[in-house]
């Protein structure tokens, strides 16, 4: 499975945007899609992930009604809808794949920048 991320960029406190992450090379049915971010001089840490198939949602707690994750099957691709940003999301935000049966993610995207004005 190849990842695509996008849709990073410059935006104001309060603002919103939208990442892309657009999955190649094989289905999606039996995998998790999760979003991570890395803040300058932070360890990588959990966002969001999705279920593909059943569509169920996970949010760490830091983005629980801000953000939404979601997916579109049919064009195997995966969405974070982020709302009201404040300055401490901005980070290099990743999407990345692990299967059902997995422990770790393992097919990663390249990241894109998402940064947060004052």
């Known amino acids: 499975v190849q990842l695509q991320a996008s849709g990073g960029g410059l935006v104001q406190a309060g603002g919103s945007l939208t990442l892309s992450c657009a999955a190649s090379?094989?289905?999606?049915?039996?995998?998790?899609i999760g979003w991570f971010r890395q803040a300058p001089g932070k360890e990588r840490e959990f966002v969001a992930a999705i279920r593909w198939n059943a569509g169920i949602e996970y949010y760490e707690d830091f983005v629980k009604g801000r953000f939404i994750i979601s997916r579109d099957s049919l064009g195997n691709t995966a969405y974070l809808q982020m709302n009201s940003l404040k300055p401490e999301d901005t980070a290099i935000y990743y999407c990345a794949a692990r299967t059902l049966v997995s422990m770790q993610y393992d097919y990663w995207g390249q990241g894109t920048l998402v940064t947060v004005s004052s």
């Open positions: 090379g094989g289905t999606l049915s039996d995998y998790y």
